[in-house]
Every structure is written in structure tokens, then in C-alpha cells.
């Protein structure tokens, strides 16, 4: 009886590490390799982010309404970061858009985790 106790809590530790209990750091993981926290890298820093949508709210509703790039903050603002907005694109419909999709995360969520950092 008391095996089948253990399996059953194991099983449920096992199920709720897959539920979407993911962390500010775990929803921007994939973001990584082209963002970090005060730093430009191949995109601008979470605090320039930061500073050009002022509230995580701000930024959710550009991401919800699709992300055009006559939206984005930090692009009008610098011309080096317009060129690459293409780059962003792709990454908007594969790790933002589609995850929102599959209920992995809200944009809510997403926005808060940027001006977490
Ligand atoms: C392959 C590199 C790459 C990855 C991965 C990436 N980005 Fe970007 N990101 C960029 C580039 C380049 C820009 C600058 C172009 C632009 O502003 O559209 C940018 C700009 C941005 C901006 C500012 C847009 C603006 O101009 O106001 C936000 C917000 C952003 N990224 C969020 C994210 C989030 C969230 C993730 C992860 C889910 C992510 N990015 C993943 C390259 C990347």
C-alpha cells in the first residue's frame, strides 16, 4: 500500500512538472541566444525593451496584435534594430505566436517575464 502511495505522488510530481507552472526564466530561455538582461546582443537588452514600452502591458498588446514592425518601439527608435526586424519576425511566429497558440503561455505571461529581468 504504501508503494502504491509513492507511485501515485511520483506520478503526480511527474504531471505537474509538465503543467505550465514555467518560471519568468523558462519562458524566455529560447530568447537567449539573441537577448540578454543589460546588454545588446543580436537584439536589444530586456532594459531597452523595458524602456521603450514603459509596462509589460504595453508590450503584451503589441505581441497580441500581431507584432508588426511599424509597432515595435525599439525599432522606431533605431535604425540598426529595423534592419534586423525580420529576424524578429521569424521568431515571433515560432517561439511567441504559435506557443500562445498551443496554450504553452499568454503574452501577458511572456511580457511580464521580459520586465521581470
Ligand atoms: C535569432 C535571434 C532572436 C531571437 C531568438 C529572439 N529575438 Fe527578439 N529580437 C531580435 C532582433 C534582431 C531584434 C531587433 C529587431 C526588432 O526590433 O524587431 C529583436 C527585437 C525584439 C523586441 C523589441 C521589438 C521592438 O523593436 O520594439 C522584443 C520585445 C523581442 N525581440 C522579444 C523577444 C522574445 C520574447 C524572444 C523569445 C521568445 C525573442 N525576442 C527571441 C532577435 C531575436
Given at each position: 500500500m504504501k508503494k502504491v502511495l509513492l507511485i501515485a505522488a511520483a506520478v503526480s510530481a511527474v504531471s505537474f512538472a509538465g503543467m505550465?507552472?514555467?518560471?519568468a526564466s523558462d519562458l524566455t530561455k529560447k530568447c537567449k541566444s539573441c537577448h540578454a538582461a543589460s546588454k545588446d546582443k543580436v537584439g536589444p537588452s530586456w532594459k531597452k525593451i523595458q524602456a521603450a514600452y514603459g509596462d509589460a502591458a504595453t508590450l503584451a498588446s503589441v505581441f497580441e496584435s500581431g507584432f508588426a514592425v511599424d509597432d515595435r518601439k525599439v525599432a522606431a527608435a533605431e535604425p540598426k534594430f529595423k534592419k534586423k526586424a525580420k529576424t524578429m519576425t521569424g521568431q515571433y511566429k515560432n517561439l511567441i505566436k504559435k506557443q500562445v497558440g498551443k496554450g504553452k503561455f499568454t503574452y501577458n505571461e511572456l511580457a511580464e517575464a521580459i520586465f521581470a529581468k
Open positions: 505550465s507552472t514555467a518560471t
